[in-house]
């Protein structure tokens, strides 16, 4: 019969590996990893958040009145705010809440237009997408997850060089998901493979969209390129900005009613609720992430719920993982 080896004749190794060291939440990572506590300079690193995120809308907004009736048309802001719903829907109800952690589950016409929809916002294909934010849930704010702000430690230079990575500078480190892994079941399903297979054909069309709508309304070259510009670019770079900043920010700044794991840092942050749908209730979604609800106390708007509501009311979508108050208590901290 086989036996493995002889434990008399088997050399034990003359110097066996260390074990990795026990993360302690405050140091730098090693080479793949994140790290959370702050010290003094907490004003400073706020005021610099600010400036990174408040500014660039600031900005946006006085070109906005400086160009209007020039530059930029009624029919622009309107196909934007459009567009913005459409894909900021589709990634916050169709890949996070529905694909990455099964709030629910939809009638295969709504799933595939969800994931298409999600797909449009140009922030990868719905399979990396969902491969990478559920290994920032299997890792979070330690070493594994690919984009926490802890990083490189808790000393000020440190929280300020992990904000920017957290926010944009891990999109630019060669530091691939395993889908095999973290996504298997989407890599199972055809529909999605497609969709994802599409993602090149989809960011075209997210551009394409207002382009030939600003032409058929206006009826001229500049409004098709005013269309572009606002609906299209415009659009994409603030829900992008908006959803990487639930990646920074709502680790570092708001509150923290409710208990997550061990070094789990995952805050509310109530300016960006509306922004992001409902995506900044984000403690509460790091303790019981399955929730079809991020926002569950009095006067926290969730746009993205209330979608999933009313889906469910048209047949469409089934088995929401609705919170229950109980539930809710039970991991308040």
Do not use: K
Request: a positive charge; proline letters at 9%; glycine letters at 10%.
């Amino acid at each position: 019969m086989p036996h493995g080896p002889n434990p008399s004749t088997t050399a034990a190794p003359s110097n066996p590996a260390p074990p990795p060291p026990r993360y302690d939440g405050t140091s730098p990572f090693p080479p793949e990893g994140p790290a959370p506590a702050r010290d003094g300079g907490e004003r400073l690193y706020v005021t610099v958040t600010a400036a990174i995120v408040v500014l660039p809308f600031l900005v946006l907004g006085l070109a906005g009145w400086l160009l209007w009736g020039s530059l930029i048309h009624p029919a622009d802001i309107v196909l934007a705010l459009v567009l913005y719903t459409i894909t900021g829907l589709g990634v916050t109800v169709g890949f996070h809440r529905g694909l990455t952690h099964g709030g629910y589950r939809a009638v295969r016409p709504v799933r595939i237009a969800l994931a298409a929809a999600g797909s449009m916002s140009f922030q990868g294909d719905v399979i990396g997408w969902v491969a990478t934010h559920r290994r920032h849930h299997a890792f979070t704010d330690r070493p594994g997850d690919p984009h926490s702000p802890y990083r490189y430690g808790t000393h000020l230079r440190g929280q300020l060089r992990g904000l920017a990575h957290a926010h944009v500078g891990w999109l630019f480190r060669n530091d691939r998901t395993s889908a095999e892994r973290y996504a298997p079941d989407l890599l199972a399903d055809r529909d999605i493979r497609a969709v994802a297979r599409a993602f090149p054909a989809l960011c075209v069309l997210t551009l394409a969209v207002p382009f030939g709508a600003g032409w058929l309304i206006g009826g001229t070259w500049a409004h098709a390129l005013t269309a572009l510009l606002w609906a299209g670019l415009i659009r994409i770079a603030l829900l992008h900005h908006v959803t990487w900043s639930v990646n920074s920010l709502c680790h570092m700044i708001g509150e923290r009613p409710f208990r997550t794991r061990h070094h789990d840092r995952a805050t509310n942050l109530w300016p960006l609720a509306l922004l992001s749908f409902g995506e900044s209730w984000h403690n509460l979604h790091h303790a019981d992430p399955t929730s079809a609800r991020h926002g569950v106390d009095r006067g926290q708007l969730d746009p993205s719920a209330a979608v999933i509501r009313l889906l469910e009311r048209l047949g469409w979508v089934h088995d929401v993982r609705w919170p229950t108050p109980m539930r809710v208590d039970a991991r308040r901290a």
